[in-house]
């Protein structure tokens, strides 16, 4: 296997070239923080939490898709790259509905994490907020789109993994959601309930229905269009 020497905060290490400095990171037990990213399953650099300081380049850049090479040479800690990680993450939750305290993921939640880790207590940016309705009508999912913070995680499971392809991200811009075709509740696409999408979430935004004797009752049900799980469970660590 091809190896290359990079410097990660003065660390001198040697990596298969086929690494990214994230990777590169973890083997030299530096951490750099994520959101969006899971390996092997969605490594999209969407988030920008993991963003570096790399020698030569112009602007800061994604660990977790920066490829390394001979003689590269990273920081993961400057003010530059702690100060961009803040405002990041202070503009997601700027934009996300903050009720922790009823939050199913609350204490289990990676947004949280992160905003403990970063040390982010206020936010600096105020402004329009989501409002979009949830979806409650599938028998196993609830999707709460105001909870969302767009890393595609589900939407790579989804597709890639399980094949299913029964969600996406849609329109642009403030108004970018993951959503289903035409906006239609889970429960009228093609979803298998496999659940896959909850394993992944970082957050709260897609949930297991709390009633589990409803579920089972509805997914019985013959007049409810849904196929139970066909597709392969992957356990995500
Ligand atoms: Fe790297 Fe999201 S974790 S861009």
């Not at 990214?20 to 899971?38: G, R």
């Not at 207590?121 to 599938?138: A, H, Q, T, V, Y």
Request: proline share 5%; net charge neutral; with cysteine.
């Amino acid at each position: 296997m091809q190896m290359v020497n990079v410097t990660i905060d003065n660390c001198k290490i040697q990596v298969p070239a086929n690494y990214t400095v994230l990777e590169a990171a973890k083997q030299a037990n530096i951490d750099i923080p994520t959101l969006c990213f899971l390996k092997d399953i969605n490594e999209v650099g969407a988030c920008r939490m993991c963003v570096v300081e790399v020698k030569g380049a112009r602007s800061l850049q994604a660990a977790c898709v920066y490829p390394v090479s001979e003689g590269l040479e990273v920081y993961t800690q400057t003010p530059a790259v702690r100060e961009a990680r803040k405002v990041t993450l202070e503009l997601i939750l700027s934009n996300h509905e903050k009720k922790c305290l009823t939050c199913v993921r609350s204490e289990n939640c990676e947004l949280q994490r992160l905003a403990k880790d970063l040390n982010v207590k206020d936010i600096r940016f105020e402004g329009e907020m989501s409002n979009l309705p949830i979806d409650d009508l599938s028998p196993s999912v609830v999707r709460d789109p105001n909870k969302c913070v767009l890393c595609r995680r589900c939407v790579s499971m989804c597709k890639n993994v399980q094949t299913v392809g029964a969600i996406d991200v849609t329109e642009r811009g403030f108004r970018t959601t993951v959503s289903t075709a035409f906006n239609k509740p889970l429960s009228e696409v093609p979803c298998v309930n496999c659940g896959q999408c909850i394993n992944v979430c970082p957050v709260g935004a897609l949930r297991e229905k709390d009633d589990i004797d409803k579920v089972w009752e509805a997914l019985a049900n013959p007049e409810l269009h849904v196929v139970v799980q066909t597709a392969p469970a992957v356990r995500v660590a």
